[in-house]
């Protein structure tokens, strides 16, 4: 009893009330810096992207990293800000955190490699935000990159978080051209040169009605005479991101005409044989 008559207790709720009001308002300001700090950035990269000096693809993604890299700041001021709070020197800590930091380094060298790769990525440009990419197996578009891990959203709607060290080749489907190719087969018994030119025709109409083929299309001619069927070959450039909508209005189109024009696409036909006993 003489212990807790003797303890200053309004000294002690003085001092903690402090430590609350000073710890409150770190994270309030912690809050509103972060706020206005990811405003200003958005802001920013936004007057970049109207005024034409980098691309939108470019602009998203040093966006993202430019937020990531402003949380890992404020957290670590704000965890700084809470030691000293309590009494701990700030200096002190950095120093110890060099010391730990140099005793764990062996141990974090998937991080370090995760930033390295991360930095070049970058540097190099050679996956912009809203890129279409195969990388370490997984395909879909790039939704994040950042100093230690990149997110690429799958077809299938799949959010895939990737460790920068494993990304090793990077298959960018989103710079330049690309190609739209379809493979068309035809009877054996109708006219080749007859429906070489019922295609080229199908091809000017198409290229003349869509804006996003850069190229053709054109017949280059049979490709492979298959088992039931001759592979009649067409190919075309697109813009990126378009083809996949060029080769189905192509093959849709082609379709209509063949048969109009009677000519047969071959399918696979089952042939059932029943053997009667005596």
Known sequence: MDFFQNVDWSSILK????????????????????????????KMFQRLQARHSISTGRALTLQSLSLNVLSYTLIFI???????????????????????????GFGAQGLVSDVVTGFFLLLEKQIDVEDYVTIAGF?????????????????????????????????????????????????YDDDIDQTIAIL???????????????????????????????????????????????????RKTI???????RIEVPFPHQVSIEKKSN
């Open 255 to 261: 379709k209509e005409q063949l048969e109009a024009n």
């Open 15 to 42: 001092d903690t009330g402090i430590i609350l009001l000073k710890l409150i308002g770190i994270i309030a300001t912690f809050l509103i810096v972060k706020a206005i700090g990811r405003r200003v950035i958005k």
């Open 200 to 250: 080229q025709e199908v091809c000017e109409r198409i290229a003349a009605e869509d804006d996003s083929i850069v190229d053709g299309p054109n017949v280059l001619g049979v490709q492979a005479l298959g088992a039931s069927d001759i592979i009649i070959r067409i190919i075309a450039k697109t813009e990126n991101g378009q083809q996949s909508a060029v080769e189905r209005k192509l």
């Open 78 to 104: 704000f965890i700084v800000m809470v030691f000293e709070v309590f009494g701990y020197n700030a200096t002190a800590l950095l120093a110890g955190a060099g010391v730990v930091g140099l005793a764990i």
């Open 139 to 187: 395909e879909g578009i790039v939704e994040q990159v950042g100093l230690r891990t990149t997110q690429i959203r799958g077809f299938d709607g799949t959010l895939h978080y990737l460790p920068n060290r494993q990304i090793i080749n990077v298959s960018n489907h989103s710079r330049g051209n690309m190609r739209a190719l379809v493979d068309i087969g035809i009877s």
